[in-house]
């Protein structure tokens, strides 16, 4: 491994029990935790080794960041772009198109509240070609609770440990910091700060055992007997307290809206004047859609008039993207990725991770649709193929094995716009997730990948 961790430490058996010991012991110690039961805390998953990142790309992804912030803030306010990019999108996908309608009935209304407060993930991967440099490729970007920015700064000590008891001190230094959490708590403060009530609360809305928090009932009769945070929540139900705030870390998935009534309470808070993080309009900028949309010639341009240098920098981390509407493109799209399945992700409309279709699954269920509209639910994409590097995945009653391991880099982003004014625009850290190359699919929560911190070199 080209100046990352050597063999002589990599496959030592013994050293590497110890290190692993070690290492899940200063996990429990410094929190880096994640429930594993309803009383039962264990050590979030992490890799025993930080994993190499070429230094140049890892600046790249940093600087384009703020470009980043800045292209979802600008979509978010065109509404005749997320109106063309989604048409079709919503004749067939029924969440994507409830989404929709709150954002029409919302531009029908007018918006409630100038402040817009931006919290997201851009997350690369870097594709790299035999003998070719690493060239930076977004997978996408999460508009809407964007995660792990928490964990994230606990990780870079862990390692930093591992490498020093495995006497690889200069390697060691070369762990940076980093403090996502600092950053995006600092966004959430400057737009409560601008909201301008000293009495109006922050109201997070957070998963609780996969209930459905949008749900009033639920609301009132359990949460609100338990704690401050369920008071919060029912206040904005009853419009009781204000509240300046609205973090979403729920509502992005099908799941989260089990009735009508979830529905209507996503709608009663994008109507209220909190500050929505995201708002229903930032929320749509990141679908899949838009993000295929934005791959086509000239579309940028849109959003960057006399700035082609902006262009050039965001639009050289896109992967190839593909339509599947109905008529030539669309049919050129399948017979492409029918000719050459493992050659294309096909992505639904869906976060969270596990959706995505590879490999021969892709052409069973593109013969299945081809040629009904069905189709236009999804987009296609290039599959970038990261170099595999050895690792450890330590996790809760896995076996200790050296694994083919790829790496995702995520490169949060946090930004408030007070009417045409951006008041802050940053790049606020990064997360690196790494899995087994066995899995296609799916996140750190979805239990496959684990939290990593990259080694520069
Ligand atoms: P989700 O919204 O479910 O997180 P993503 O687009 O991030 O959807 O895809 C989930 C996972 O699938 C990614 O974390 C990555 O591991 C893998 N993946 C997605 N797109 C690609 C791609 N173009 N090439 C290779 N792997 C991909
Ligand atoms: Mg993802």
Known sequence: MAQGIPDEVLMNTAL?????????????????????????????????????????VFLQALAVQTHYNTLVDRISQDSEFLQEAL????????????LFRIHQQILKEGRSQSIVLGLNRSDFMLDQKDGQAASLKQIEIN??????????SQTPDLHRLVLKVAGRLEESRRILNNNPAAGLAGGIAKAW?????????????????????????YVENELWKRDNYVHLCHSLFSDGQEVAVVYFRNGYMPQNYMSEQSWDTRLLMERSRAVKCPDISTHLAGTKKVQQVLARPGVLERFFPGQPQVVEQIRATFAGLYTLDMGPEGDTTVEMALAEPDKFVLKPQREGGGNNIY??????????????????????????????????????????????CLSELGVFGAYVRQGKEMVMNECVGHLLRTKSSEHSDGGVAAGVAVLDNPLLI
Not at 31 to 48: D, H, I, K, N
Not at 143 to 152: C, Y
Not at 194 to 201: I, K, M, T, W
Not at 367 to 377: I, P
Request: glycine residues 4%.
């Open 16 to 56: 590497i029990k110890d290190l692993a010991d070690v290492a899940k012991d200063a996990a429990l110690l410094q929190g880096v935790l994640m429930r594993a039961q309803e009383t039962l805390v264990s050590y979030a998953p992490f890799t025993l080794f930080p994993t190499p990142v070429p230094k140049a």
């Open 87 to 98: 048409a079709s999108t919503i004749e067939v996908d029924d969440f994507t198109a409830r």
């Open 143 to 152: 508009t809407i609770a964007a995660s792990f920015g928490g964990l994230s």
């Open 193 to 217: 700060e601008l909201y301008g009530s000293e009495r109006a609360v922050i109201m997070f809305l957070v998963e609780e055992n996969q209930r459905n928090i949008f749900d009033h009932r």
């Open 359 to 404: 490999g021969s699954e892709i052409c069973q269920v593109l013969e299945g649709m081809k040629d009904s509209t069905e189709r236009m639910a999804y987009i296609l994409m290039d599959k970038i193929h990261p170099r595999p590097v050895q690792n450890y995945l330590l996790r809760q009653d896995a076996p200790l094995k050296v694994s083919n």
